[in-house]
């Protein structure tokens, strides 16, 4: 085990949203990832997790990033921009070109770096014709910024298994705990660390539902979750301004 500390930066999906403690804090893959380390290394292992849920890629790189180099880690993951590509200004050729710029950043440092190609979320949200081609370029220049620098590249995307709903909480839009569990896995793997075998187990799709239940399912899903989520971009808010981040240090993961 050639690592001693990890960093995790991003948003909602690195803060673990909607894999629950009991407490009702949120696990998410990043902390089982930790855990998996740290039993590795030992009681010197330390981790941090910077990632708040909705915040925007310059807000990562801004206040995420300077913290993590700061703290001098042996491995970083970084995924941020998924919450761009879900904005109306939304500018690809910014993100592309400061994203490479932020991985060769961390990478110059002699940290290991883990970046993420994003599994498809989309095929079960509206607005799909807009927000897919963005995504595929976000994806698209992950894993060229990852060649490019020797970054260590999880593809989500290409594993289909992400197609099941049951990998997916109930807004649709981030991972339940048995999603969490298998990028856990994943992240592992492309380390090469061995974790549990049923953290990359699959649970059975879920029946067809009737067309009348679904259509139920939707507006009750629109009400919950899409409509909060117009209701903050019209405002101006995010899920995340009152927010802090849960691991905002490095300590030792028992902390």
Same mark, same amino acid.
């Given at each position: 085990?050639?690592?001693?500390?990890?960093?995790?930066?991003?948003?909602?999906?690195?803060?673990?949203?909607?894999?629950?403690?009991?407490?009702?804090?949120?696990?998410?893959?990043?902390?089982?990832?930790?855990?998996?380390?740290?039993?590795?290394?030992?009681?010197?292992?330390?981790?941090?997790?910077? #990632?708040? %849920?909705?915040? !925007?890629?310059?807000?990562? *790189?801004? +206040?995420?990033?300077?913290?993590?180099? $700061?703290?001098?880690? /042996?491995?970083?993951?970084?995924?941020?921009?998924?919450?761009?590509?879900?904005?109306?200004?939304?500018?690809?050729?910014?993100?592309?070109?400061?994203?490479?710029?932020?991985?060769?950043?961390?990478?110059?440092?002699?940290?290991?770096?883990?970046?993420?190609?994003?599994?498809?979320?989309?095929?079960?949200?509206?607005?799909?014709?807009?927000? #897919?081609? %963005?995504?595929? !370029?976000?994806?698209?220049? *992950?894993? +060229?910024?990852?060649?490019?620098?020797? $970054?260590?590249?999880? /593809?989500?995307?290409?594993?289909?298994?992400?197609?099941?709903?049951?990998?997916?909480?109930?807004?649709?839009?981030?991972?339940?705990?048995?999603?969490?569990?298998?990028?856990?896995?994943?992240?592992?793997?492309?380390?090469?660390?061995?974790?549990?075998?049923?953290?990359?187990?699959?649970?059975?799709?879920?029946?067809?539902?009737?067309?009348? #239940?679904? %259509?139920?399912?939707?507006?009750?899903?629109?009400?919950?979750?899409?409509?909060?989520?117009?209701?903050?971009?019209?405002?101006?808010?995010?899920?995340?301004?009152?927010?802090?981040?849960?691991?905002?240090?490095?300590?030792?993961?028992?902390?």
């Amino acid at each position: 085990m050639r690592w001693r500390s990890f960093v995790a930066v991003g948003d909602s999906f690195t803060e673990g949203m909607d894999d629950a403690y009991p407490d009702g804090t949120y696990r998410g893959w990043a902390d089982l990832v930790a855990t998996r380390l740290a039993a590795e290394a030992g009681p010197d292992f330390r981790y941090a997790n910077l #990632a708040i %849920r909705g915040r !925007l890629f310059p807000n990562v *790189v801004a +206040e995420q990033v300077p913290a993590a180099l $700061a703290m001098k880690p /042996d491995l970083i993951s970084f995924a941020a921009g998924g919450n761009d590509v879900l904005r109306r200004t939304f500018d690809p050729n910014a993100l592309v070109a400061r994203f490479d710029d932020v991985v060769g950043e961390l990478r110059s440092t002699g940290t290991d770096v883990v970046l993420f190609r994003f599994a498809d979320v989309m095929a079960r949200l509206p607005g799909q014709r807009l927000v #897919a081609p %963005r995504v595929a !370029l976000l994806n698209k220049a *992950v894993g +060229e910024t990852a060649e490019r620098h020797g $970054a260590i590249l999880v /593809d989500l995307y290409a594993d289909d298994t992400y197609l099941n709903p049951m990998l997916w909480s109930t807004d649709r839009l981030h991972l339940s705990p048995a999603g969490h569990r298998r990028v856990a896995g994943q992240v592992l793997a492309a380390l090469g660390v061995g974790c549990d075998e049923e953290w990359l187990m699959v649970p059975p799709y879920p029946a067809p539902t009737p067309w009348l #239940a679904a %259509r139920a399912a939707d507006l009750r899903w629109a009400g919950q979750h899409l409509m909060p989520w117009i209701k903050r971009r019209l405002t101006g808010r995010s899920s995340g301004d009152t927010v802090i981040a849960k691991r905002p240090s490095l300590s030792p993961i028992s902390d």
